[in-house]
């Protein structure tokens, strides 16, 4: 009943256009620009009538355009002239969407206000997503209760979900759980980079604080044959550090393996490391629980098949917790600084004008793009902008924050740039840069000063972060706008369809915001067009991509014959 309901809205075109009209004018209000984005309250009360009934589909596009119309809806008349926080809280809720009810103080305080019959279905429906971690009771929402239910069973799991739909917060619960009694136990957390272990043993410290038993052992380094191993521990390590291990400890094995940034498989010699100590760890122990975690991924059914698993639970969501607008954003005039900007909506709708804009400024070149739009768009919010290097990040850097000079350094600022001092050297670029708000943050960067920039970055200090390919590996750090210009990752390869997606999730930060926008500058220049592409992405293992698409040269290497290319020679030498 209720889903033809929901067909029946999802097919009025009335629907639509007031949808179009009230996300436009809400655009507008962010933005500032244009023309013909003009909602007024009738919209939003007939939109937010529409969402309670699309927030209770089965359907994906009903659920995501349910969530934006009702934001949207509620950010731009609030409650002046009727309780649209009551009505967000109540499409909410039907979304199983709980921690977003926590990001405005009137919707979080809306519940004593409710009609009977909804604060009881409210009532109903958190009791169903409530769960105790550490002592303490939270609400999860729809696709972290199915991901902990399936945990706590102990299965297999393979799952591709968005960087907002909060995964690491129900793993790490669940890893605090498996330590309530004293038994021994072993966990290998599988990351791809150095700056993902600082995060997750990070996140796991503060987990386990408060908690009565006695903890584990949280391992980031190699455990050499010298050194006994730990009775209760997790190792956070990359698979490099993974394999060390493996090496100096033969009975060195897990009971719990979880592989963060699974996709990574497909990446050359060391996508066929990953495999290696997979394998390794799971011929150790054959009755090891494992799970491969990722951003969209369409076909989950590999993981399973690559290491003989016939028992794994895969499931995805394309649910995010916070909402996602593609702004394509186009220099009409570079000697004026004029821009033009349309939306793609959620990166699959036509374009449509938001925008003219005048910055006042020359944004002729790659780097005056990638200075001056987001000191103008992003003004007064958090703001990521993607370089292509660790030199250009540098570059936009300290040009940025030449451009906010005027901002009086606080307390906070000035000891993180006196550890970047002591961390590097007094002429390194990070020092004035962060006196004024803005870091950059790329792999060479000193893990204490780096894990410092991130905490600056989470707590409001830096408002600006020009990063490189490191952030796309797992590193959560989102914001309210995050900028690109033709990205790249390594040298002049365009950023893969996968990467792009991983990026672009992070626009936008749960209980902090209800949306965020990722801007495409000059787009029509980018070597690949990721919206025209799909979503998720199809992953093959590196091993059965060198061995289907570069035999010969595989061949070439086995013989012992030189190669034409060194880099693809270490892949083949791995292989």
Not at 111 to 135: C, F, K, M, Q, Y
Not at 347 to 373: C, M, N, Y
Request: charged share 20%.
């Amino acid at each position: 009943m209720i889903q033809e309901l929901a067909d029946k809205v999802w097919d009025n075109r009335g629907f639509h256009d007031a949808a179009h009209r009230i996300e436009l004018a809400w655009l507008t209000k962010e933005i500032g620009g244009i023309e013909d984005g003009h909602a007024d309250i009738t919209d939003a009360t007939r939109l937010m009538r529409s969402a309670a009934i699309l927030a209770c589909s089965e359907t994906a596009d009903h659920r995501r355009a349910a969530f934006r119309v009702a934001t949207c809806a509620y950010d731009l008349f609030g409650t002046g002239q009727l309780p649209l926080d009551q009505a967000l809280r109540m499409v909410l809720t039907r979304l199983g969407n709980f921690p977003s009810i926590g990001t405005r103080g009137d919707v979080a305080a809306a519940r004593v206000r409710l009609p009977l019959v909804l604060a009881a279905e409210e009532i109903a429906s958190a009791d169903a997503h409530e769960v105790t971690i550490n002592g303490q009771t939270v609400l999860l929402t729809d696709f972290q209760q199915r991901l902990w239910l399936n945990l706590m069973q102990s299965r297999r799991i393979a799952l591709a979900a968005p960087t907002s739909a909060g995964k690491s917060f129900v793993l790490q619960g669940y890893l605090s759980a498996l330590f309530n009694n004293e038994q021994p136990k072993s966990i290998v957390y599988i990351v791809p980079t150095r700056a993902l272990i600082a995060q997750v043993a990070e996140d796991l410290t503060i987990q386990f604080r408060g908690v009565e038993q006695d903890i584990p052992d949280i391992v980031t380094v190699p455990v050499d044959a010298e050194t006994s191993l730990a009775v209760r521990a997790i190792y956070v390590m990359t698979q490099e550090r993974v394999q060390l291990a493996l090496g100096a400890h033969p009975d060195f094995s897990a009971s719990v393996i979880i592989v963060d940034e699974a996709h990574s498989i497909a990446d050359g010699s060391r996508g066929v490391l990953l495999q290696w100590v997979i394998d390794d760890l799971l011929i150790r122990n054959p009755a090891s629980q494992i799970l491969f975690a990722s951003p969209a991924i369409r076909n989950l059914d590999i993981f399973g098949r690559l290491f003989g698993l016939t028992d794994v639970v895969e499931f995805s969501s394309i649910e995010p917790t916070v909402a996602q607008n593609f702004l394509v954003t186009t220099v009409e005039s570079a000697t004026k600084g004029k821009l033009v900007i349309h939306t793609a909506g959620d990166g699959s709708r036509a374009l449509r004008q938001v925008a003219t804009l005048q910055l006042g400024r020359t944004v002729a070149s790659r780097t005056e793009k990638l200075v001056h739009i987001p000191a103008v768009l992003g003004r007064g919010h958090s703001n990521i902008i993607y370089a292509n290097g660790a030199a250009e990040a540098e570059s936009v850097a300290l040009q940025l924050a030449e451009l906010m000079s005027d901002r009086e350094p606080t307390e906070a600022r000035l000891a993180l740039s006196d550890l970047a001092k002591e961390a590097v050297h007094a002429s390194y670029a990070l020092v004035e840069c962060v006196k004024h708000g803005v870091a950059f943050h790329y792999s060479n960067i000193p893990t204490q000063l780096r894990r410092a920039i991130e905490a600056a970055v989470s707590s409001g200090e830096v408002d600006h972060l020009v990063c490189t390919s490191t952030l796309l590996q797992g590193v959560n750090l989102p914001a309210k706008n995050i900028f690109m210009f033709a990205p790249e990752k390594g040298r002049t390869r365009a950023l893969e369809s996968t990467d792009f997606w991983n990026l672009a999730g992070r626009a936008g930060r749960l209980k902090r915001e209800f949306q965020g926008n990722i801007f495409l500058i000059d787009y029509d220049k980018w070597k690949k067009k990721p919206l025209d592409g799909p979503k998720d992405s199809v992953v093959t293992p590196a091993i059965e991509s060198s061995l289907n698409e570069h035999h010969d040269q595989l061949m070439t290497v086995i013989s012992g014959a030189p190669t034409t290319s060194r880099s693809d020679e270490t892949d083949l030498e791995t292989i």
